[in-house]
């Protein structure tokens, strides 16, 4: 009772705060992924070789002969942006909080903002095992699959603080429901098979770390096989979308999604014909959160819980307990 009774006294998030805090959380938690990337291919994984410290008795970066002071600066850089991105899901509790005070049918929209700073310790964790791992490429997988999941409950966020709590109506064809859950299958396995590409590749985040015993070709076709599943689902949902005359709001998020997952294959096929530069595989790693924004975004569209009922203050305040 005592929390809510602190949130309780924070200004009314407008709506255009709640948005911009949700594409905030977006951001961050895309951005740590990207940031991460950048710490694998400058081979900084290990530039602070403990955890939470980034050197024994040390929490900043020191001079040391065995470690570049680039590459621990980098490594610690990237420490540095979580407690950014703590902060982005901190405020999102609050602002879905404050809401709920005032609206108590928004419990749905509460879950949904407190995924966010759950999600950032885990990472934090799975972050902290990695390097007392050595960087063994399959935790470096694991590590970076729950920011793609982040990324994801992000839109779902953003699309919540726009939306309201009714049972949720379908604004396609319910057959369209597998075909969605397929491309987000689709979608699962492109990202998990592109972080085993990873492990076999030449950017492990250190250079003396194990890196996965296959073939990299082989590795990259099945990669490969699975954007062109999403994509091959792309086109059968099209084709139902149109025979069904669905609204055309629908097809703006259908197509963002076809532009940006097309770019993402050519960027991927230059990266690999090119030898995998290290600035190609940062950019490839953007795109991925950018596939993924895209498709959850396409996801939330095709239904409708009714309009946003937590646009402004309640004209009464209801009395809730602490939740």
Request: with cysteine.
């Amino acid at each position: 009772m005592q929390l809510s009774s602190l949130v309780g006294r924070l200004p009314y998030p407008s709506r255009g705060l709640q948005r911009a805090l949700a594409i905030a959380a977006i951001v961050t938690q895309a951005g740590i992924g990207v940031t991460g990337s950048i710490v694998r291919v400058t081979g900084s994984g290990l530039g602070c070789p403990t955890w939470p410290q980034c050197f024994p008795g040390s929490m900043v970066p020191v001079d040391h002969p065995e470690y570049a002071t680039l590459n621990q600066w980098i490594e610690y850089g990237n420490r540095l942006l979580t407690i950014v991105v703590v902060f982005v899901a901190a405020l999102c509790v609050l602002a879905a909080w404050r809401v709920y005070l005032d609206h108590p049918s928004r419990k749905r929209l509460v879950k949904l903002a407190w995924i966010m700073p759950a999600g950032v310790v885990a990472q934090a964790v799975i972050g902290g095992i990695t390097v007392l791992a050595d960087l063994l490429w399959w935790v470096v997988a694991l590590h970076f699959i729950p920011s793609t999941v982040l990324v994801w409950m992000a839109v779902v966020l953003l699309r919540a603080f726009n939306e309201g709590d009714e049972p949720p109506r379908p604004r396609v064809p319910r057959t369209s429901r597998p075909i969605l859950v397929a491309l987000v299958v689709a979608l699962a396995g492109l990202i998990v098979a592109g972080t085993v590409v990873t492990g076999a590749g030449p950017h492990g985040g250190d250079p003396d770390v194990e890196r996965l015993d296959a073939p990299i070709e082989a590795l990259a076709r099945v990669h490969s096989a699975f954007l062109y599943a999403f994509l091959a689902i792309l086109v059968i949902l099209g084709i139902q979308w149109y025979r069904a005359r669905v609204e055309k709001t629908l097809w703006a998020r259908y197509a963002t999604v076809w532009g940006i997952a097309l770019a993402q294959g050519a960027l991927g096929i230059v990266q690999y014909r090119l030898g995998i530069p290290e600035p190609l595989v940062s950019l490839h790693v953007l795109g991925s959160m950018l596939v993924i924004a895209a498709t959850a975004a396409l996801w939330c569209a095709t239904r409708d819980r009714g309009p946003v009922v937590s646009a402004a203050p309640a004209t009464e305040r209801h009395a809730v307990g602490a939740v």
